[in-house]
């Protein structure tokens, strides 16, 4: 079992998430964060560190380039059983990130307004959102993922039962929520573009 120490928090909907890094941070997690999510914690009185102070690297393109970068995808998917996995991680100074906390640009709200331009629907299609999902479920071995606020507690109480920690189970159960999660995205976005196809 994998003690929490890193998470990435980065939400559209934030309900109960300053709650829940507050609850991260008193178990002594750090946490990295972006854009509006960060300055909701810091007003929350929640500390935490920008994921471009983190990289090194700005934010950049409207906010479209965040977190795709080889210290946020490296942490969430090296293998911490794999020696050569370990020795990269080392030699870039990449550090492993146990928690991801996001979910994904309100695509579904944002088009459900029968006004919705499509540059309005393209500019709400998530990338950064759903690559770290996808990476913290392919690696859910080592790393909890959270899509749903719901499971917010869910994840705390499991910490406090296995000393920072979270079970085997509640993780893959917690892959599977990602998976289903971005592949509803994904269908989504495939629907609305595709009716509108001339």
């Given at each position: 079992?994998?003690?929490?120490?890193?998470?990435?928090?980065?939400?559209?909907?934030?309900?109960?998430?300053?709650?829940?890094?507050?609850?991260l941070?008193?178990?002594?997690?750090?946490?990295?964060?972006t854009?509006?999510t960060?300055r909701?914690?810091?007003?929350?009185?929640?500390?935490c560190?920008?994921?471009?102070?983190?990289?090194?690297?700005p934010?950049?393109?409207?906010?479209?380039?965040?977190?795709?970068?080889?210290?946020?995808?490296?942490?969430i998917?090296?293998?911490?059983?794999?020696?050569?996995?370990?020795?990269?991680?080392?030699?870039?100074?990449?550090?492993?990130?146990?928690l991801?906390?996001?979910?994904l640009?309100?695509?579904?709200?944002?088009?459900?307004?029968?006004k919705c331009?499509?540059?309005?629907?393209?500019?709400?299609i998530?990338?950064?959102?759903?690559?770290?999902?996808?990476?913290?479920?392919?690696n859910h071995?080592?790393?909890?993922?959270?899509?749903?606020?719901?499971d917010?507690?869910?994840?705390?109480?499991?910490?406090?039962?296995?000393?920072?920690?979270?079970?085997?189970s509640?993780?893959?159960?917690?892959?599977v929520?990602?998976?289903?999660?971005?592949?509803?995205?994904?269908?989504?976005?495939?629907?609305?573009?595709?009716?509108?196809?001339?």
């Amino acid at each position: 079992m994998v003690k929490i120490r890193r998470a990435i928090i980065s939400v559209s909907d934030k309900m109960g998430v300053a709650a829940f890094a507050k609850g991260l941070s008193q178990r002594g997690v750090q946490i990295l964060s972006t854009g509006g999510t960060a300055r909701l914690l810091r007003d929350s009185e929640v500390s935490c560190m920008d994921v471009s102070e983190y990289t090194g690297f700005p934010e950049m393109l409207d906010g479209r380039v965040k977190t795709l970068h080889p210290k946020v995808h490296g942490g969430i998917l090296g293998m911490r059983d794999n020696e050569k996995h370990v020795a990269k991680m080392k030699e870039y100074d990449i550090e492993p990130i146990d928690l991801i906390a996001i979910n994904l640009y309100p695509f579904e709200k944002t088009v459900a307004d029968p006004k919705c331009s499509i540059e309005d629907a393209i500019e709400q299609i998530d990338i950064g959102g759903p690559a770290m999902i996808r990476s913290a479920a392919k690696n859910h071995k080592f790393v909890t993922v959270i899509v749903d606020p719901a499971d917010y507690y869910r994840v705390l109480e499991e910490m406090d039962e296995n000393d920072g920690g979270v079970s085997d189970s509640l993780r893959y159960e917690l892959c599977v929520k990602a998976y289903t999660r971005t592949a509803q995205y994904d269908t989504a976005i495939s629907n609305w573009l595709k009716a509108r196809m001339k």
